[in-house]
């Protein structure tokens, strides 16, 4: 069934893949972005798209939604992915980063309950905070220090609030749903000191530069290409109901690979993937506030969703640097 679907941030890293595959699937899809930290590069595959329109405006603004709506002559989902990523940022622009979070997000969830329209929100796993029980469950508590600490959960701390506004906006009868991607990767994520960390480590390598690892680079993440990260999205907002038949309203998803690896092990991996490009590795430094282990429960995406990661760090790495030198 097509659908017309609003993506916030959709000129972004996931939003704009996710855009793709939505135009791809038949659907009718207006995106909204600022262009603060999306770019229209990320779009131009599909930029004259019969059924794409896009919109610049501030998710903040009901009436920038409502444009939206205008473009594609009604509404039925909304993906809200609309917010300011980048470890760096936390403290930079702490403000900003909450501004976007909070009152991004409840802008969305009011305008999706006036549509009648389903929405799937764009949390992370930074809303666990400093929990360092592995893996994440949806049940897990989140745990946050003293704000006179550091900055860090700007970010975190207001994507769990989101949740609780989400889940509050499920009881009042929106069906809503929230997925958690874990470190989501590919060729078009930033790769400067505000981007991610496969992005800087390929980055490095364009450059000739060596790798920075923080702290002794041995805290693990678990590196989720982009094309599994699109497919949980995708599928959180196309279904109906679960695989099993149960309701979707109200889960949550972490939408992440379980392969597990060491900062140290993901830059060699890098400079395995580049071969005679490798370049060295400088460890130290880092953010206040970093995990030193982030690993998914993925169990409710697989049991509810159907959806697995099925592209391992080797392939994904190969793929990525692949499209990085032959570009998009």
Not at 113 to 139: K, T
């Amino acid at each position: 069934m097509s659908r017309r679907v609003i993506v916030t941030g959709g000129a972004g890293f996931i939003g704009a893949a996710l855009v793709e595959r939505l135009l791809v699937e038949g659907h009718r899809v207006a995106v909204l972005d600022n262009f603060w930290r999306g770019s229209m590069t990320n779009l131009s595959g599909v930029i004259d798209h019969a059924h794409l329109s896009v919109v610049e405006g501030d998710v903040t603004v009901p009436e920038d939604l409502e444009r939206c709506v205008a473009a594609l002559g009604g509404v039925d989902l909304v993906h809200h992915l609309a917010a300011i990523n980048g470890t760096k940022w936390f403290d930079e622009a702490a403000i900003d980063v909450i501004n976007v979070n909070i009152n991004g997000t409840l802008t969305a969830l009011r305008k999706a309950q006036e549509w009648g329209a389903r929405l799937v929100f764009a949390s992370s796993p930074e809303a666990f905070g400093e929990n360092e029980d592995m893996p994440l469950h949806n049940e897990d508590n989140s745990m946050f220090p003293s704000a006179s600490l550091h900055q860090r959960f700007s970010y975190g701390a207001s994507k769990y609030l989101d949740e609780v506004a989400v889940q509050h906006a499920v009881r009042k009868g929106l069906d809503a749903r929230i997925v958690r991607p874990f470190n989501a990767y590919g060729a078009t994520m930033l790769g400067d000191e505000y981007g991610q960390v496969v992005g800087m480590f390929f980055n490095a390598v364009k450059t000739q530069q060596p790798m920075q690892l923080h702290g002794d680079g041995l805290q693990t993440r678990c590196m989720t290409y982009i094309d599994d990260v699109v497919e949980g999205f995708y599928l959180a907002g196309e279904l109906d109901v679960g695989v099993d038949g149960s309701t979707l309203s109200g889960r949550g998803f972490n939408i992440g690979s379980t392969e597990e690896v060491s900062m140290r092990f993901l830059a060699e991996s890098v400079n395995k993937t580049v071969g005679t490009m490798a370049v060295d590795m400088v460890v130290g430094g880092g953010y206040p506030g970093d995990s030193q282990r982030r690993l998914p429960d993925t169990s409710a995406a697989a049991s509810l969703l159907g959806w697995t990661a099925r592209v391992d760090l080797r392939d994904g790495l190969l793929a990525t640097w692949q499209r990085l030198q032959t570009g998009p």
